[in-house]
Structures are given as structure tokens and as C-alpha cells.
């Protein structure tokens, strides 16, 4: 209208919104690298992402290993959706599994009754170059292969034995071209030698050693996906060779990941497990679940599903793996106290019955998975906030002591979240380390579980203020920790 005049003489109002901030990664998604091949390729692309497994079934088909993967992943309660994580399958290039060594005898099916009469059979298995001698073995009563097959398993925990069509295959639970199988006559032993023409016939049968895996390694998959779809845990259904894992491990160790490698031999307790261990690489989980590597693999896909189930915004819901119970999977039988004992030394995870009761046994010698897991989860953190903190601003953060409260007020939130989480606690501070106020930092840490300092502005450098560079920002985090064993004295008096 003629003669109005605007309103913004008087009030001038602009909008401005909030700039976007980046989104916390997150640390519960999980990286399947697989040897399979979806069935429509051409419609899949370089990855899939799932959260339930029947989506992986109508992609790889129910009788995959990918597809048995996805649901011993899913299977789990909880499992990597309650921390809102999602499993990515991502196919490996014309990569193929190392093979175990193995044993196969001739056809050996007309040899059954003669089995049967024998009450206490001999035979020398030397399994990757060392000996077991099979004493005292009872066959009365079998009436078939697999019959033979379960009486010789039962004395040879160390090897597979299996009756495929009408012969007997002994196999390693090791892969790669150091996994041998050999038979032989029993050393020391007084009864009936098994390794003669009318038994095994063992002079007629052919030892194939094992074969290195091939094709695109894990290492070199993530270099090439890690730029397209996000995953912080990462696992494959390849059965690896020990130098293999080492190098996986190695690599892994520099990134922001965790690494689940399956070991199907008692061996791996002390061989792999802890060869990693002394080579200080706490980034990966060697599960050893001596079943076979067939077996073992699933095991392991169990638990990660359940390890990486952690929802870090939550209340008290930091979590262990220790004794917890992995749906889908028996315990292994094949672990004995010796062993046990070693996998606390070496830091194997394991998967037993104690009295009865199926319990994952996390042990600490490569460092415990949660410890790692919620550093990660931490770390990830405290980088989102300190990137949003920045940019969310329309002006900007002043290089002053105000500015600098503001920017550790955001990483203290993180923090706060990990306490509330249970990931963090209050507790006396151990280390003759301390930075800032000794007496402010043992009260906060006493206190809060936590303490958050950074160099007064006035005492910056000068380069660093020119480069508009914080000074440098130091937190120190109590763990809460896990009681995983207890020691009880009962003093009685009459």
C-alpha cells in the first residue's frame, strides 16, 4: 500500500540455521568378507547391507556359509541391531579359502567285519609333524565306516576323521601348505596294527598336504571398500593360513577396526592366538573353537554378532563377553584344563560348558574385546563431538579460555555418556601419570571417573595460536572394568 513503510526499520529479523554436523560412526557394524557370490551380481553391486538374515538367504542362498554366517550373527539376543548396527557382505575378488591337510585311504568298505573283531586296535596318526598314538581301540560292534570313523575320532581330538562314500579321511584341523596328515604303525603299541591291507590299508592311501589360501586378501578388500560403505568390525569366511592372519592382524591393528579370526584347532591357542598376542596386536580376536574350521567359523560369526551389541547412548549397557551364551552353537568339548589355561595366557576367547552351562570364556592376555571395543566406541565419539562442536557454530569459536570450555563441555558429554553407559567409573587413579592439578585430578577421576584439562591459552605457543590450533586437550578415563572370577574363604567353627 501507498505510503507504508517496512517494519524492518524498526525490527529486522534473519533466520539462519544451525550447520549440519557429521553423524557418530558406528562402531556395531560389521564387515562380512566372502568368497560367495550373490545370485544376481549384476543387480547387487560391491556390497550389501542387512539387518535381518533372511534378506542374506534370498541373496546367497539358505545353503551358503554366507547365508549360516548371517544367521549366527542374527541369531543372537542381543545382537549388532541393538546397538544399531547392520552386517555388510562384501564379496571377495576370486579369492579361495586355504585347504587342511588330509589322508585318504582306498576303498576300504570290505573291510568292515574284519573292524568288528578287533577289541583293541593300534595306529600312528602324525598330524602337522607331530605323532598321536591311537592304543586300545575298540571296534567291536561297528557296522559301518562312520562307525570306524567315530571310534578313531574319539581317540584322536587333535585330527578330523570322516567316512566319505567308501573311505575313511583323516584331516587336519590346521590349512595351509604346513598342514600334513601321515599314517603309520603305532609306537608302543600291543595291539592290532590298523595300518595293513585288511584294515586301513594305509600304504595304498594318498596324503594330500594342505594348500595356502589365494586370490584378494582381506587387507586389500578393505582398501578397496573402505571408501564406499562404512563397517568397523570385519570378518571373512576364509579359513586363513597363520602368516595370513599375522599380516590381516597387522594391518588391522593401524586402522579404527576390530578383526574376528576363527582358529578349528587346539593348536591355535598357543600357535596363532599367541603369536598375536606377543606382537602386540589387541585390535584382533582369535576364537578358537576346535571343532574344525567348518564349525569353528560359524563360532565366530556368533560371537561377533553378540560382542558388537553394545547401544553406547544407553544406561549400564557396557557388557563383557565373558560367560555369555552364543545361540546356535554347542560347546566345544575338545577344550581341556591344560587348554583352558593356555587360552588365558595367549588370550584365546573359547567357547566351553562349565557344569553344564554354555559360556564364551574372554580372556584377557591380548587384552579383553570390550576393553578395545569401547575405546573404539570412545574414541568415535569424542571425534564427532569435537568436529560438530566446531562446526556447528554461524560465528566462531574464540581462541580464549571460554572458547576452550566450550570445546572440552562437548567432550566432557561424551564422557558423561560412557559413565552412564558403564563403560567408565569412578576410582582411584593407579598410574604415577597425572597432567594439570595432581589434586584436581585424583579428586576428579575419585569422584567423576573422569578428568578433562587443557593448557591455559595464555601459556600456548605462538604457532600454534597462528594456527589457530586448541591447545592440547587431555582426558583421563577411569574403566569401570569386569569382575569376571572370585576366590571365597569360608571359615567354619564349631
Known amino acids: 500500500m501507498a505510503g507504508e513503510i517496512p517494519v524492518q526499520n524498526i525490527i529486522n529479523v534473519s533466520i539462519t540455521n544451525t550447520p549440519s554436523g557429521l553423524t557418530e560412526k558406528n562402531v556395531n557394524s560389521l564387515a562380512l568378507f566372502t568368497t560367495e557370490q550373490p545370485a544376481n551380481p549384476g543387480t547387487f553391486g560391491s556390497y550389501g547391507i542387512y539387518i535381518n538374515p533372511s534378506q542374506v538367504a534370498t541373496d546367497f542362498g539358505t545353503a551358503s556359509v554366507?547365508?549360516?554366517?548371517?544367521?549366527?550373527?542374527?541369531?543372537?539376543?542381543?545382537?549388532?541391531?541393538?546397538g544399531n548396527g547392520r552386517l555388510v557382505i562384501l564379496p571377495l575378488l576370486a579369492s579361495v579359502s586355504a585347504t587342511a591337510g588330509k589322508f585318504?585311504?582306498?576303498?576300504?568298505?570290505?573291510?568292515?567285519?574284519?573292524f568288528a573283531a578287533v577289541s583293541n586296535g593300534?595306529?600312528?596318526?602324525?598330524?602337522?609333524?607331530?605323532?598321536?598314538?591311537?592304543?586300545?581301540?575298540?571296534?567291536?560292534?561297528?557296522?559301518?565306516?562312520?562307525?570306524?570313523?567315530?571310534?578313531?575320532?574319539?581317540?584322536?581330538?587333535?585330527?578330523?576323521?570322516?567316512?566319505?562314500?567308501?573311505?575313511?579321511?583323516f584331516s587336519s584341523k590346521k590349512v595351509g601348505t604346513t598342514s600334513t596328515?601321515?599314517?603309520?604303525?603305532?609306537?608302543?603299541?600291543?595291539?592290532?596294527?590298523?595300518i595293513t591291507a585288511t584294515y586301513l590299508n594305509s600304504t595304498a592311501g594318498a596324503a594330500l598336504a594342505g594348500v595356502n589360501a589365494s586370490g584378494e586378501t582381506i587387507t586389500a578388500?578393505?582398501?578397496?571398500?573402505?571408501?564406499?560403505?562404512?563397517?568397523?568390525?570385519?570378518?571373512?569366511?576364509?579359513?586363513?593360513?597363520?602368516?595370513?592372519?599375522?599380516?590381516?592382524?597387522?594391518?588391522?591393528?593401524?586402522?579404527d577396526r576390530m578383526y574376528f579370526q576363527h582358529g578349528g584347532s587346539q593348536e591355535d591357542i598357543s600357535g596363532i592366538a599367541l603369536s598375536v598376542k606377543n606382537a602386540g596386536l589387541d585390535k584382533t580376536r582369535i576364537l578358537v573353537y576346535a571343532q574344525g574350521a567348518a564349525q569353528a567359523n560359524l563360532m565366530k560369526a556368533a560371537y561377533a554378532g553378540r560382542a558388537l551389541s553394545v547401544n553406547f547412548t544407553g544406561s549400564q549397557t557396557a557388557q563383557t563377553m565373558?560367560?555369555?551364551?552364543?545361540?546356535?552353537?554347542?560347546?566345544?568339548?575338545?577344550?581341556?584344563?591344560?587348554?583352558?589355561d593356555a587360552a588365558e595366557i595367549s588370550g584365546a576367547d573359547i567357547y566351553v560348558s562349565i557344569d553344564g552351562v554354555p559360556c564364551v570364556i574372554s580372556n584377557g592376555g591380548n587384552d579383553f574385546f570390550d576393553n578395545v571395543y569401547a575405546d573404539l566406541a570412545l574414541k568415535f565419539a569424542l571425534e564427532t563431538a569435537g568436529f560438530n562442536y566446531l562446526r556447528q557454530?554461524?560465528?566462531?569459536?574464540?581462541?580464549?579460555?571460554?572458547?576452550?570450555?566450550?570445546?572440552?563441555?562437548?567432550?566432557?558429554?561424551?564422557?558423561?555418556?560412557?559413565?552412564?553407559?558403564?563403560?567408565?567409573?569412578?576410582?582411584?587413579?593407579?598410574?604415577s601419570e597425572r597432567f594439570g592439578d595432581?589434586?584436581?585430578?585424583?579428586e576428579n577421576v575419585l569422584n567423576r571417573g573422569y578428568y578433562v584439562y587443557s593448557l591455559p591459552i595464555t601459556q600456548q605457543s605462538a604457532p600454534e595460536r597462528e594456527a589457530r590450533k586448541a591447545p592440547l586437550v587431555q582426558i583421563a578415563v577411569k574403566r569401570a572394568g569386569a569382575i569376571h572370577t572370585s576366590d571365597v574363604i569360608v571359615n567354619i567353627n564349631n
Open 66 to 82: 554366507t547365508a549360516q554366517m548371517a544367521n549366527a550373527v542374527f541369531a543372537q539376543s542381543p545382537n549388532l541391531r541393538t
Open 104 to 114: 585318504t585311504t582306498t576303498a576300504i568298505n570290505a573291510n568292515i567285519a574284519n
Open 122 to 169: 593300534d595306529v600312528r596318526v602324525t598330524i602337522n609333524t607331530i605323532a598321536y598314538n591311537l592304543l586300545g581301540m575298540n571296534f567291536t560292534g561297528v557296522q559301518t565306516l562312520a562307525d570306524i570313523a567315530a571310534v578313531i575320532q574319539a581317540k584322536l581330538p587333535f585330527g578330523i576323521v570322516t567316512a566319505v562314500g567308501n573311505t575313511l579321511v
Open 181 to 194: 596328515v601321515a599314517l603309520a604303525a603305532a609306537t608302543g603299541g600291543t595291539g592290532t596294527s590298523l
Open 221 to 255: 578388500a578393505i582398501a578397496r571398500t573402505s571408501g564406499s560403505v562404512a563397517y568397523v568390525g570385519v570378518m571373512s569366511n576364509l579359513d586363513l593360513e597363520d602368516a595370513v592372519i599375522t599380516a590381516n592382524a597387522t594391518a588391522i591393528q593401524a586402522m
Open 322 to 340: 565373558h560367560l555369555k551364551q552364543l545361540a546356535t552353537i554347542v560347546p566345544d568339548t575338545n577344550i581341556t584344563q591344560t587348554l583352558y
Open 393 to 431: 557454530t554461524n560465528t566462531k569459536v574464540p581462541q580464549t579460555e571460554p572458547g576452550m570450555n566450550g570445546l572440552k563441555n562437548a567432550y566432557s558429554q561424551v564422557v558423561e555418556r560412557f559413565v552412564r553407559n558403564g563403560s567408565i567409573a569412578p576410582g582411584s587413579w593407579t598410574s
Open 438 to 442: 595432581p589434586e584436581i585430578f585424583d
